[in-house]
Nanobody, 123 residues
Framework: QVQLVESGGGLVQAGDSLRLSCAAS????????SGWFRQAPGKEREFVAT????????SYADSVKGRFTISRDGAKNTLYLQMNSLKPEDTAVYYC????????????????WGQGTQVTVSS
């Protein structure tokens, strides 16, 4: 049974940093593409960042490029999202997910999802 469990969310002020974690079980993250998505109230779930299987190549949404870093630890089978210089518009529920597809940007191609962790950035 595949399980993804996010942690690390919280309430911070603009300019602060947070690191989200996504612990995986029942699946080897390095063998799949992994991504972070977020969903703000009243908005659709949107792509944030992805890390490709095997190569570890990373890609980011323009809105977070230069501020967020996605990474994974194969030994711990855990995905991370380091978020720096947080802005109020980063407030959302953040989800980690995995995909066997080569389309890393489309949320419908991701088949396993975590339960989400809330990130709130105050101004």
């Amino acid at each position: 049974q595949v399980q993804l469990v996010e942690s690390g969310g919280g309430l911070v002020q603009a300019g602060d940093s947070l690191r989200l974690s996504c612990a995986a079980s029942g699946i080897a993250l390095s063998s799949y593409g992994s991504g972070w998505f977020r969903q703000a109230p009243g908005k659709e779930r949107e792509f944030v960042a992805t890390i490709r299987r095997l190569t570890g190549t990373t890609s980011y949404a323009d809105s977070v490029k230069g501020r967020f870093t996605i990474s994974r630890d194969g030994a711990k089978n855990t995905l991370y999202l380091q978020m720096n210089s947080l802005k109020p518009e980063d407030t959302a529920v953040y989800y980690c997910a995995t995909t066997g597809s080569f389309n890393y940007y489309d949320r419908v191609m991701y088949n396993y999802w975590g339960q989400g962790t809330q990130v709130t950035v105050s101004s």
